[in-house]
């Protein structure tokens, strides 16, 4: 590190960090900022950190995360630096992993995360360095009805992969999940085609919650990826490997974009002939990570680059993770994955204070 740097992580899985020299401090976690008892936590350790003088403070770059209003509210104590999710989520691997300032290809899979385009990324394939970024491939952006509501209630991301896979015939099939989203489509739709409350984003992580909800007929969680670890659960106990559901690549807007909706379409065909769980759930997540590897392949012609690194939330599945490992190091590629910092939220001050320290 050029200079000390404070950290102030994301809204949720919070932590800070704190960067000086060559070492790094990540601070317990504090799960969710809009609990008052957490975000107090969180203050608290902000203003013991601040003792040590950091130069630079740096934050999530979504305007409405506790964490990045509380940093921006002590901008007379040292120099601001926003970092775009994303790239903190890679940065914070490289980091981890001792890379030096060199380009790499960035693969971050998560929930959301603001895009510095305004719109919500969640599938980004970043061609970057601590210093910067170029957002080169993602996952096709599909509306979030109701937006968060999503998490605990997958059916509605269902709803929107199956309209844009089948448009209104979805509704003839026979699935519990579709049997709800009838009684709410006439609200639903009018929120697909206006974007009310329903911004479009290209988030993996609701895409798992999508194809969970179909494979379990299960239209409401407890808690964010409970079905998506029952698909990781049931993928992980298929004796028999299935052939991968087929995803497509398209190039779109002077960027690739991965297209399930082949994948979809499979999956839903084999729920509705009633295929063993496992072997859909497994050909769902080779299916991701075939697009992931072939995403790659085409960016390292195009960046002269065959370093990988894998971040985000969504590589917490085992599966997905060792598939994608093992389907980029028989293509030649060198892969860098998380071992002791979190690949999800709580490891992204680490990535922010990477970043930051290369922005001044």
């Not at 991965?258 to 499979?266: A, G, S, T």
């Not at 195009?302 to 971040?311: G, I, N």
Request: net charge positive; glycine share 8%.
């Amino acid at each position: 590190m050029r200079y000390p740097v404070l950290a102030f992580g994301s809204q949720g899985k919070n932590t800070l960090c704190f960067a000086a020299a060559k070492t790094a401090r990540i601070s317990a976690m504090h799960p969710e900022l809009s609990v008052p008892a957490d975000f107090s936590a969180f203050k608290r350790c902000a203003m013991r950190l601040l003792k040590d003088t950091p130069r630079t403070l740096a934050f999530d770059l979504h305007p409405g995360y506790q964490s990045s209003v509380f940093a921006v509210s002590l901008r007379r104590k040292a120099k601001l630096s926003a970092v775009q999710h994303h790239h903190a989520h890679i940065a914070s691997c490289m980091a981890e992993n001792g890379l030096a300032n060199r380009r790499v290809i960035g693969v971050a899979f998560d929930g959301t995360g603001l895009g510095s385009d305004g719109s919500l990324w969640g599938a980004e394939f970043l061609v970057c360095d601590y210093a910067g970024f170029r957002r080169a491939a993602h996952l096709k952006a599909i509306p979030l009805l109701g937006m968060e509501m999503g998490v605990r209630q997958p059916y509605r991301t269902a709803a929107a992969w199956l309209y844009a896979t089948y448009k209104e015939g979805f509704l003839k099939r026979d699935f519990r999940a579709v049997r709800k989203i009838r009684r709410d489509w006439p609200v639903f739709k009018k929120m697909y085609l206006s974007g009310f409350a329903a911004p479009a984003a290209s988030s993996m992580g609701r895409f798992f919650d999508a194809a969970s909800c179909l494979v379990f007929d299960k239209t409401s969680v407890s808690r964010e990826a409970e079905l998506a670890c029952l698909l990781e659960s049931a993928a992980a106990s298929c004796r028999q490997a299935p052939r991968a559901y087929p995803c497509a690549i398209e190039r779109a807007g002077g960027m690739f974009e991965i297209d399930p909706r082949p994948l979809f379409r499979r999956l839903a065909q084999d729920v509705a002939r009633k295929k063993p769980k496992p072997a859909i759930a497994y050909a769902v997540h080779a299916g991701i990570s075939e697009a992931l590897v072939e995403v790659c392949r085409i960016l390292r012609r195009q960046a002269d680059c065959k370093r990988v690194v894998l971040s985000g939330g969504v590589f917490q599945n085992a599966v997905l993770r060792g598939l994608a490992v093992q389907g980029l190091r028989a293509q030649g590629f060198d892969v860098f994955t998380h071992r002791l910092v979190s690949c999800g939220d709580s490891g992204i001050s680490l990535g922010q204070a990477a970043v930051a320290n290369f922005m001044h």
